[in-house]
C-alpha cells in the first residue's frame, strides 16, 4: 500500500490502521500529489490511497498522471470532501473507490480488500449524493470559466473583459449555470458547486 496525505497525523493513522490487517502492508507514504507519482513510480504498490486535497500537485491531478501511465493501478481515494462532481471526476480519471474520512477502520479495510477483488467501491453517502444529482447536467468547461471568476468576486463585465467574451455572453452562461444548479442567484450558485466539487483541479 501506498499512502498519500498531507497531514501527518491523518497519514500515521491510517497507516497504523492498514498495518493493523495481517494481509496487508505500507510500503510508501506521500506528503502531496507530485510525490504520491515519485513513490508509485519507484514502489509499484498492489494499491494507493491518496487525499483530494494536498498542496501543489492534488490527488486528483495525481490520479490523472497514474491512471494515464499504469491503467491496471488501483486507486482508492480516502478524503474528507464529498460530492458528485467530485466523485465523478475522480473514477473517471482512475480511481476504483471513494471513500470518506469518516469511515471506520473497518469499512476502510473492506474497502481495500474490495479494490484489491476488481471491484468498484463508493461510500454510501457519497453513492446518495450521485444518485441526487444522476439526472443534473454537468457544467461546461466555459461555464466553469465564469463561475470561478463570479466566485471571487469579480462583476459581469470584468469577467467579460477577462475571459474576452461579451457580457451578454457572460450572462447567458450565468443563466445556464443558475438552470443547471438550482440556484436561486449567483451566490447561491457558487456555494451548490463548492459543495458538488465543481471547482476542484
Not at 465523478?88 to 476504483?96: C, I, M, P, Y
Request: charged share 25%.
Amino acid at each position: 500500500m501506498l499512502i498519500a496525505d498531507d497531514h501527518p497525523i491523518m497519514r500515521d493513522g491510517i497507516v497504523a490502521a492498514i498495518e493493523s490487517a495481517p494481509d496487508m502492508d505500507v510500503v510508501g507514504q506521500a506528503a502531496d500529489g507530485a510525490e504520491a507519482i515519485v513513490r508509485y513510480r519507484e514502489l509499484r504498490p498492489d494499491v494507493a490511497l491518496i487525499d483530494l486535497q494536498m498542496p501543489g500537485v492534488d490527488g486528483l491531478q495525481a490520479i490523472s498522471t497514474l491512471g494515464g501511465e499504469f491503467p491496471d493501478a488501483r486507486i482508492i481515494v480516502l478524503t474528507s470532501y464529498p460530492g458528485d462532481a467530485r466523485v465523478k471526476r475522480a473514477l473517471t480519471f482512475g480511481a476504483n473507490a471513494y471513500l470518506l474520512k469518516t469511515a471506520t477502520r473497518e469499512e476502510i479495510l473492506a474497502g481495500i480488500r474490495s479494490v484489491m477483488g476488481g471491484r468498484r467501491v463508493v461510500a454510501a453517502e457519497v453513492a446518495g449524493e450521485i444518485a441526487t444529482h444522476a439526472w443534473s447536467e454537468m457544467l461546461s468547461d466555459r461555464e466553469l470559466s465564469v463561475l470561478r471568476l463570479v466566485a471571487t468576486g469579480h462583476t459581469n463585465k470584468r469577467i467579460a473583459d477577462i475571459l474576452c467574451v461579451s457580457e451578454d455572453t457572460v450572462k447567458a452562461r450565468l443563466k445556464n449555470i443558475m438552470t443547471k444548479l438550482g440556484a436561486l442567484d449567483r451566490t447561491h450558485a457558487v456555494t451548490l458547486a463548492r459543495n458538488r466539487g465543481f471547482f476542484d483541479g
